[in-house]
């Protein structure tokens, strides 16, 4: 059972009091997600946050809840001083309930449970999250909050779809439980909540008999894609995803799904955002070079393309490379996987991006990704193809309809768009060089591209993974009455106000 909820001390301090304090995302120093913070705290345990936020709303001060730092741009406090509570020190997993011979179960984890954290977990005890489910850097409250998910049209794939209840230190500092109900729109607006309600303490969640799973990727010609059926080349399979290679005019196709556990022993891994030290210097001296000569980002396309052709699994048993497609291994090394034991993530060597992720109705994926290569197209005497730090091409990624407030996959909206057969994402992460004013070669074209989907489609902004112009500029395309509705759930969660966040401000939640 979970620790019962009584007052404690706040964890107090583990930085000094100071002022205009910057702190940071995942990519570290220099990539600010809040300029002016006067203290960052780490809390151990729920009754600690609760004091936390009484202390703060006693004297105004503002706070903003912080998990693994999936933010991407400085959008994740308000510009006033405020207070982070990193939620990295609540981490417990408790009352896991899969009955003998079910199928299904559930279990309760603390706001700071990262994904691989919960997959070990419950592969020990014969369980998964099935496809609700993101990266191994991730913590469970940041992605209930922000959106988070993974790539599926067939499967819920939102993080929040498997959340069965929630608790969320509200702006009194009172833990709310909240549990789902899809008639009340305190469960809509929790289900994506911007962390504008709380802080996410606490998350029951629905869970699954582990699976072995097999991964298997195809190479597709660009005008097969593009005039084919996409909707077919996703639906089919638990999971599944397209990334696209403009410069190549090429897609890869991977795809995912279910397998008998004992028709295979292999155990693949896949690896998700690991890299050696040679290969990052080695990579990071070629996309640099690319802020000035497009070749470089031409021959960077190539190489990668050609990385990622081939598998990028291991065989976890014993960390050897795996040559062949298809892959097959436990559920969660398979489709997320994590870092090879050798090797450290991609931002710990000073490979960082900008990105940009926009969701469509997936019945306009053609006439979008269309649109995408007539921008292509245009720019092709200048430069450019896109330089990516996840070595994969624009990752192109798809959702089963999800209703909620401000989710990404939600429908009946007043744009009159059909997002009820569910969503794609472009999701266009392109390398940020390490030199000069930091600028892409061609730096226009990417504000254009957002700029020209923005004003030409019914797009939704990720939360966590756009600019503030792209976010602002976005609004035009969000339903004013789950606008409405959402605030009035915001206002009696946090009648004051104290965990403001710039992306508030922006959706007028304040005004």
């Not at 984890?109 to 991730?138: C, K, M, P």
């Not at 940041?142 to 998910?149: I, Q």
């Not at 291994?329 to 926009?358: C, H, M, S």
Request: charged share 20%; glycine share 8%; net charge neutral.
């Amino acid at each position: 059972m979970p620790p019962p909820l009584h007052l404690a001390l706040p964890a107090l301090l583990l930085l000094p009091f100071a002022s205009a304090l910057v702190y940071n995302t995942f990519d570290g120093p220099g990539f600010p997600a809040c300029y002016n913070v006067s203290r960052v705290l780490a809390p151990t345990s729920i009754p600690e946050v609760a004091s936390i936020v009484k202390s703060a709303a006693a004297s105004g001060s503002r706070v903003r809840a912080a998990g693994k730092g999936h933010s991407w741009y400085d959008t994740q406090c308000s510009d006033a001083e405020t207070i982070i509570v990193q939620t990295e020190g609540i981490h417990g997993i408790y009352d896991f309930s899969l009955p003998d011979g079910g199928q299904e179960g559930e279990v309760t984890v603390d706001a700071g449970v990262t994904f691989f954290q919960l997959a070990e977990y419950l592969h020990q005890r014969g369980a998964s999250v099935g496809y609700t489910l993101t990266n191994w850097n991730i913590s469970f409250g940041g992605s209930v909050a922000m959106g988070a998910h993974r790539s599926s049209i067939r499967e819920h794939s939102m993080v929040a779809a498997g959340a069965l209840a929630m608790e969320i230190v509200d702006g009194r500092g009172e833990v709310r439980r909240v549990e789902r109900d899809e008639g009340s729109d305190d469960w809509l607006a929790a289900s994506t909540s911007l962390g504008l309600l709380g802080v996410i303490v606490r998350i029951k969640l629905r869970i699954y008999r582990d699976t072995k799973v097999y991964a298997m990727q195809k190479t597709l010609d660009e005008k097969d894609v593009l005039e084919g059926d996409i909707y077919g080349l996703i639906a089919p399979y638990a999971t599944a995803n397209l990334w696209y290679w403009p410069y190549k005019r090429k897609f890869h196709h991977r795809y995912y799904d279910v397998v008998d556990p004992k028709s295979t022993p292999q155990q693949g891994f896949q690896n998700t955002f690991s890299v050696t030290e040679l290969e990052a210097i080695a990579a990071r001296t070629m996309l640099d070079s690319g802020k000035f000569l497009p070749t470089s980002n031409m021959l960077a396309e190539e190489i990668f393309f050609g990385l990622w052709s081939k598998p990028n699994f291991r065989e976890k048993t014993n960390n050897t490379e795996i040559h062949d497609w298809p892959v097959y291994g436990w559920n969660y090394d398979v489709l997320i996987g994590g870092l090879y034991p050798d090797q450290r993530p991609e931002w710990e060597y000073k490979l960082a991006g900008y990105t940009l992720e926009l969701a469509f109705p997936v019945t306009m994926a053609n006439q979008m990704l269309k649109r995408v290569r007539s921008l292509f197209d245009a720019e092709l005497k200048k430069a450019i193809v896109m330089t990516s730090t996840y070595r994969s091409g624009i990752n192109i990624k798809f959702g089963k309809a999800y209703y909620d407030l401000l989710g990404q996959g939600t429908y009946n909206t007043s744009d009159g768009a059909d997002w009820t057969k569910g969503t794609i994402m472009l999701d266009f992460p392109s390398y940020r060089p390490t030199i000069g004013d930091n600028k892409r070669f061609n730096e226009q074209f990417y504000h254009k591209v957002a700029d020209t989907l923005i004003a030409e489609f019914p797009c939704r902004p990720h939360w966590t993974k756009n600019t503030r112009d792209v976010i602002a500029k976005s609004v035009k395309n969000l339903d004013p009455d789950h606008l409405r509705r959402y605030n009035e759930v915001r206002k009696k969660f946090d009648p004051n106000g104290i965990y403001r966040s710039v992306v508030g401000e922006i959706l007028g939640f304040y005004n």
